[in-house]
């Protein structure tokens, strides 16, 4: 699988997991200039959610920081 279809299919996960279903154009964003670690791309979903990773439930930010991880390796 090439790297872009790695992030479609991780955001997709994302979505029906953990309901981050990101506007297309975020989703887009993150495909072509995806973060280089699971944490930042973790921040990256959140703050494409109009939510501060700072302030988020740490809980659900490592669901979707381990979720990054398996995809992004």
């Given at each position: 699988m090439s790297a872009r279809g790695k992030?479609?299919?991780?955001l997709d996960k994302l979505c029906t997991e953990l309901?981050?279903?990101?506007?297309p154009q975020e989703r887009e964003?993150?495909?072509a200039?995806?973060?280089?670690s699971a944490r930042a791309f973790a921040d990256a979903v959140f703050s494409a959610e109009g939510l501060n990773p700072e302030l988020a439930d740490r809980h659900l930010w490592?669901?979707?920081?381990?979720?990054?991880?398996e995809y992004l390796g």
């Open positions: 992030l479609e299919a991780l309901g981050f279903c990101l506007a964003k993150l495909t200039h995806p973060p280089e490592r669901q979707v920081r381990d979720r990054a991880a």
